[in-house]
């Protein structure tokens, strides 16, 4: 068991008044007259801070002693108004989650417990508002006194402090193969604090898909055996992360880097977890590797990563909604043994809410081992929810017709039982042992039968179901409809998915199961709701894990006859985000829509410089939306084009067009697309107006580190800056160009 309150114990504080620097003594009164020396080595992950209020804020750093591997270790802490520390802060030890201002000492004795992984957090309250402050820690050894680095961080301003905020948003850090030279950058920021939006670590160790090679940059689990090992059919095998060893490993190592280690000793941080600080394209504690060729749900393995997140991050968490003790208790089921969603003032006008997108929702709505040719929305389904002429005429062309029952159909029934083994799917086509009737696809079961008379040249061949026959048959929604092309496949499952078909199939599937369609669970959506409605400050900034706005690209297909139109697909690129969970999306707006002031959401995870407005199809309701790119995992022109060279009937959709200038087409509300770089955002939040400066990195500038002076300043030649903002009372977006600020209109998609 660890438990949260004895993680704080003894370092929650109060700050009191400023004192000079005495003596040195190893039992935790002062510091100052002894032969004391920075060693990063008793530091190595350096330090951090986080979760800025305006009185109070979190410290942390890493102890390690060679020589007492498995003790606890007695350190000190001393914080200070000025990088000398000539200025110091008295503090008042607390207990619990109690404090009170009195006198005390200038130097603050905590322990780094071993089954903590040596992790120190220390919670200091009573801080003066919008106030920059330093802190380092101090151990003594058998040869002295060591310290760590000199860390700054900043309170938030006081409430109702009518006064400008400017902070940086971040996500996508992947370690291997690749720099944070855009961290050497965002240093050289004057910045009140940094958001990030998830995607801290990666999991794996070098997924080909996702990671680059590593080169002289990667990573190795100690704990192999406690790793989960995958062998793709191309490229080396690579291990992903599942016990809180495998997972605490990648922390320290992605902490190691001094480029990262700058920004947490410069900025205070305040965090959420994405889907790789668990599992890519998770849900709840469900991983998603094997698209469902197995069961993948591993609460041990969910946990280990929040309690890792939950040691290495400067992250405060709220009390205990129950009142009690305020812990992490591996007993607890997943997911309340933890939550990350909060929220933060920053004085008259700044008002960040972060949300956890990952805990609570739903597995993705089609299976990714979904069989193609099962329908899922019959023609009675399709008239019941559809009652409008327009409306079916609409879906009229992305349906199309199946066997009622494929129990009545003897021969094409025994085709599907003799392929199944054949070509890996289930031979109860996804149907429920006792289920009847078993409506299947006809064009799946042409497609399956013609394949198997290709398999058995010497056997009769098995006639394929003509046009005539399909012409008497009614016509529905397949998986095959939605983009679902393989069996075990997140292609027409999380990816690429038929928008015409998904819209439609997701109505009538929510309509019958409401728990399906859920993302932030009722506790966390109600909280959101009010929180944002009784927010008194100019701009409401949602930290928003993936963009809210829709992502298509457009696919127009040829007709088989010359006297047929053509047929133009619009396909999601994802559905692991908002646009695979429309009915909660929608929602959202339209209640974001109507609060006063203004409301502003941040995203990250897609890799993909992005500014639009996210809109609800059909009505007026919108909010402006910026979305930035990765600190270093691959760009999303990277990610999709892997993607798409894989993709059965994809793979030429962009036709030589430049990704940015698809995507910009084929969705109206979106105004800016960068898919090509790396980087980071800066706002700029005043009464008047919400700016945001895209800092853009080209990919290959990744490939070596850039740390030094010399390299910072080639760095500097390669960085190009984007502007956009909204103004307050408005959901418009402008753009600058050249030092001029025009309004940006949506244009008609194609």
């Known amino acids: 068991?660890?438990?949260?309150?004895?993680?704080?114990?003894?370092?929650?504080?109060?700050?009191?008044?400023?004192?000079?620097?005495?003596?040195?003594?190893?039992?935790?009164?002062?510091?100052?007259?002894?032969?004391?020396?920075?060693?990063?080595?008793?530091?190595?992950?350096?330090?951090?801070?986080?979760?800025?209020?305006?009185?109070?804020?979190?410290?942390?750093?890493?102890?390690?002693?060679?020589?007492?591997?498995?003790?606890?270790?007695?350190?000190?802490?001393?914080i200070a108004l000025d990088e000398g520390f000539t200025q110091l802060v008295v503090l008042t030890p607390g207990s619990d989650n109690v404090a009170t201002v009195g006198s005390g000492s200038t130097q603050l004795r905590v322990t780094a417990r071993s089954e903590f992984d040596h992790c120190v957090k220390v919670k200091v309250n009573g801080l003066s508002p919008g106030t920059t402050y330093y802190y380092r820690f101090y151990y003594m050894t058998g040869e002295g006194c060591v310290s760590s680095r000199v860390g700054r961080t900043r309170t938030a301003p006081a409430p109702g402090a009518d006064v400008p905020v400017r902070f940086a948003f971040v996500s996508g850090q992947d370690y291997i193969g690749r720099y944070y030279n855009a961290y050497v950058a965002l240093a050289k920021e004057e910045l009140d604090f940094v958001v990030h939006l998830g995607g801290y670590i990666h999991e794996t160790t070098g997924n080909p898909s996702l990671q680059a090679p590593p080169g002289q940059r990667g990573i190795s689990f100690s704990d192999v055996d406690g790793a989960l090992a995958f062998q793709p059919a191309e490229g080396a095998a690579y291990h992903a992360a599942k016990s809180l060893s495998n997972y605490r490993e990648l922390y320290k190592t992605y902490r190691s880097d001094r480029a990262l280690q700058r920004v947490h000793e410069l900025f205070p941080m305040i965090a959420v977890w994405g889907d790789h600080e668990f599992s890519d394209d998770c849900h709840g504690a469900t991983a998603a590797y094997l698209d469902g060729r197995e069961p993948e749900t591993d609460e041990y393995r969910r946990k280990s990563a929040n309690q890792a997140w939950f040691e290495y991050m400067p992250a405060e968490y709220p009390n205990d909604p129950k009142g009690d003790e305020f812990r992490y208790d591996r007993a607890v089921a997943y997911p309340d043994d933890i939550t990350i969603y909060r929220d933060f003032p920053f004085g008259k006008h700044v008002h960040l809410v972060m949300t956890d997108l990952r805990s609570y929702r739903a597995d993705h709505l089609i299976p990714e081992e979904a069989f193609p040719g099962k329908v899922i929305a019959r023609k009675a389904d399709i008239e019941a929810e559809f009652i409008e002429a327009e409306e079916l005429e609409a879906l009229a062309p992305y349906r199309s017709h199946y066997i009622e029952d494929i129990d009545a159909m003897g021969r094409y029934k025994d085709a599907l039982v003799l392929a199944a083994p054949l070509f890996g799917f289930d031979p109860r086509l996804g149907f429920a042992h006792d289920e009847t009737p078993r409506p299947v696809s006809a064009s799946v079961v042409n497609e399956i039968v013609a394949k198997l008379n290709e398999q058995r040249p010497d056997t009769a061949p098995v006639p394929l179901i003509s046009e005539s026959e399909m012409s008497f048959m009614d016509v529905g929604f397949a998986y095959a409809d939605l983009g679902k092309t393989d069996y075990y496949s997140a292609f027409g499952s999380r990816y690429f998915v038929v928008k015409e078909s998904f819209d439609p199939i997701s109505r009538i599937a929510l309509k019958a199961d409401e728990a399906r369609g859920v993302v932030m669970g009722d506790a966390q959506r109600a909280w959101f709701q009010k929180t944002m409605e009784e927010s008194q400050s100019t701009w409401k900034v949602w930290g928003n894990e993936y963009r809210l706005s829709q992502l298509v690209l457009a696919h127009t297909t040829q007709p088989a006859e010359p006297e047929q139109e053509p047929l133009t697909r619009h396909f999601y690129l994802s559905c692991d985000g908002w646009d695979g969970f429309r009915r909660e999306r929608d929602e959202l707006i339209e209640m974001l829509a109507t609060v006063e002031g203004n409301v502003v959401s941040i995203t990250g995870d897609l890799g993909a410089f992005l500014a639009g407005t996210a809109a609800v199809e059909g009505a007026t309701a919108k909010i402006v939306e910026f979305g930035g790119a990765a600190i270093s995992s691959a760009t999303y022109r990277s990610v999709l084009t892997k993607q798409l060279a894989s993709h059965p009937t994809l793979k030429d959709v962009l036709q030589g067009e430049d990704i940015d200038d698809s995507m910009q087409k084929a969705n109206p509300y979106l105004a800016f697309s960068n898919a090509k770089s790396n980087g980071f955002c800066v706002v700029e939040a005043n009464a008047d107006e919400f700016v945001v400066s895209m800092h853009m990195i080209p990919e290959d500038a990744l490939a070596a580190p850039l740390y030094d002076e010399t390299g910072s300043a080639a760095l500097d030649e390669q960085i190009t800056i984007a502007r956009y903002k909204t103004k307050a009372a408005e959901s418009e977006l402008y753009l600058e160009d050249q030092g001029t600020w025009t309004q940006w209109i949506p244009r008609t998609a194609s």
Request: proline share 5%; aromatic share 6%; with cysteine.
């Open 1 to 78: 068991m660890m438990r949260r309150r004895d993680f704080l114990r003894a370092t929650l504080v109060t700050a009191g008044s400023v004192v000079v620097p005495t003596a040195c003594s190893d039992d935790g009164d002062a510091i100052g007259a002894c032969d004391v020396h920075q060693d990063d080595a008793f530091f190595p992950q350096s330090v951090a801070s986080g979760d800025p209020r305006h009185d109070s804020v979190v410290l942390w750093t890493r102890l390690i002693d060679r020589k007492q591997p498995q003790s606890d270790l007695n350190l000190a802490i001393v």
